[in-house]
């Protein structure tokens, strides 16, 4: 089932239904009107008219009547909760000896090697690659083609212990000054023994930049996790948005944890030596293990996975932004402090009036809790962050804000809670669409227990594995699909067409030429229904 079929829901419907015919009864008793008998056919409205109200007070009745079915369509407020039902394969990490973790062959061969965005606006790369017998050379290769490289970048190696596990040594490598839209070559390591990769620069930062996201969370490494990273890798995504919880490797004692960090390293190597990772930090990063003398958070991710948080002038890894085509990516960390007056509070404040929505029209926030989440699964653990952040996610008007935590997915309309005569969520043009898409399938298994009656702020939800994407078309659309691990294959399930909070003002919109929105229009294909009215607020 999608979430497109809203309207075809009667059972969730029932509450809006309810409440309008409520109302069409104490309007049509102020109206001195006798509501329409449900046995009575609207072909039939003499039989309830008396006196000379006649064809007016028919009206009346037929216009209430309207309201009623139009308002139970158009406002799109009842919430789906899939029915499907799928564990795939066992919930359990795939054994060391498996092919997807295979030690690279070769002395010293470079290992875990992953790339993500290395400066503000795209044109960099930070390269990092593990090599476990001797540091070897910190040099990165990159050329226009393959095998002809044209210039030397040098990188940093240091590594590191945990508890009773030493680490390999780690290389990270800046390298700068890229051409945007351009594919590049590079070779790491040495001799017989080096390797060689590529990946594409984004185009230049422009308003009209097309560009797909894949967005994963909550990965792990089991066969669920394998399938949800070949189904994204086949999407074509450019970039992935990692949404926090990477491996999962908090869930082993002693030595085995660093054991599980690097076997995670190579899992998605397929995937993150190619597409640049944009990283996020998640409650399983945290690793603050008294018992093993491991009392510092984030020690392992933060070793390994590099972020550029200088280039937004952010004082922590943990919390930085990125702009890349016509997106500008923030990227919240929810178990760091945020509160009033910390570092990651002033930071957002000062990067949120750093948006340019005339250059970059997408705001996508990244952030591991969710802030609306209707899972039994870590309900309301987001909520402490939503007091503090959401009413700068309104007024900034933020387009989507993508977590993870849950096991499970699920989607809101625009809603807020930040009213100060009400203490629910209210429906708001000027809010984020949250996407929880904590479903990547690690070891814990789904959150298969869904809160009920599902609230009024969830558009959708199931309890399934899967990933998401998201296709900018230009500055004022955007294609989104989440797209569930289904026997082994990918199949789009929950999709919508987003409108861009900025430029889908009227006023902004009424200076697009109107040959440019229509050539838009005509070039939004999807292979499967759109759930166009709830996110046309
Ligand atoms: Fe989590």
Redo the contacts with the bound molecule.
């Keep these: 089932m999608t979430a497109s079929h809203v309207s075809g829901l009667p059972a969730s419907l029932h509450p809006p239904i309810l409440r309008h015919l409520a109302l069409y009864i104490v309007v049509a008793k102020i109206l001195n009107v006798t509501p329409l008998d449900s046995k009575q056919s609207l072909q039939q409205p003499s039989l309830t008219i008396s006196g000379n109200l006649g064809k007016d007070s028919m009206l009346v009745q037929l216009l209430l009547l309207s309201s009623i079915l139009l308002t139970c369509v158009s406002n799109g407020n009842a919430g789906v909760t899939s029915s499907f039902i799928r564990n795939e394969w066992p919930s359990v990490d795939i054994p060391l000896d498996n092919e997807v973790f295979a030690v690279p062959k070769g002395y010293n061969a470079p290992q875990q090697v992953h790339i993500t965005q290395g400066d503000y606006d795209g044109r960099a790369v930070i390269i990092s690659w593990v090599t476990a017998d001797e540091p070897g050379s910190n040099q990165v290769r990159v050329g226009l083609s393959e095998g002809k490289y044209d210039f030397v970048a040098e990188g940093t190696v240091h590594n590191y212990t945990f508890y009773n596990y030493k680490s390999g040594y780690i290389h990270q490598c800046l390298v700068g000054d890229l051409q945007y839209d351009t594919k590049y070559y590079y070779a790491i390591g040495d001799g017989d023994s080096s390797r060689k990769f590529w990946f594409k620069t984004p185009p230049e930062i422009d308003p009209d930049a097309s560009y797909k996201f894949g967005i994963i969370?909550?990965l792990g490494q089991t066969f669920n996790s394998l399938s949800t990273l070949k189904h994204c890798m086949q999407t074509s995504a450019q970039t992935i948005l990692f949404v926090?919880?990477l491996s999962y490797a908090d869930r082993y004692d002693n030595h085995d944890v660093g054991v599980r960090w690097d076997s995670w390293g190579r899992f998605v190597e397929p995937s993150a030596a190619y597409q640049p990772w944009i990283w996020s930090a998640?409650?399983?990063e945290i690793e603050y293990f008294p018992h093993m003398g491991e009392v510092i958070p984030f020690r392992n991710y933060l070793h390994r996975y590099p972020t550029p948080y200088p280039a937004s002038k952010s004082s922590s890894p943990l919390w930085y932004a990125v702009r890349r085509a016509s997106a500008h990516i923030i990227v919240l960390s929810s178990y760091s402090p945020f509160v009033k007056y910390t570092p990651q509070w002033r930071w957002l404040e000062e990067e949120l009036k750093r948006v340019d929505r005339e250059k970059t029209p997408w705001l996508i926030v990244l952030m591991?809790?969710p802030i609306y989440n209707s899972n039994n699964a870590?309900f309301m653990e987001g909520e402490s962050m939503r007091v503090v952040f959401e009413s700068w996610f309104c007024q900034y008007k933020v387009d989507v804000i993508f977590a993870?935590?849950?096991?499970a997915y699920e989607r809101s309309y625009r809603i807020s809670n930040i009213r100060p005569d009400s203490s629910n969520p209210v429906p708001d043009k000027s809010a984020p669409v949250y996407i929880t898409v904590?479903d990547g399938g690690n070891q814990e298994g789904l959150a298969n227990r869904f809160r009920d009656p599902q609230p009024d702020y969830s558009a959708f939800r199931e309890a399934s594995y899967g990933h998401s994407t998201l296709e900018i078309k230009n500055r004022t659309h955007a294609i989104y699909h989440w797209n569930r691990n289904d026997e082994g294959k990918r199949v789009p399930t929950d999709s919508f067409v987003l409108h861009n909070q900025y430029w889908g003002n009227n006023r902004r919109r009424r200076k697009l030429k109107k040959n440019h929105l229509h050539s838009v229009v005509a070039t939004l294909q999807v292979g499967e229904n759109l759930d166009l009215l709830s996110m046309g607020m």
Excluded at 404 to 407: K, T, Y
Aim: net charge negative; no cysteine.
């Design positions: 969370g909550d926090g919880d998640g409650n399983h591991h809790a870590h993870g935590h849950v096991h904590g």
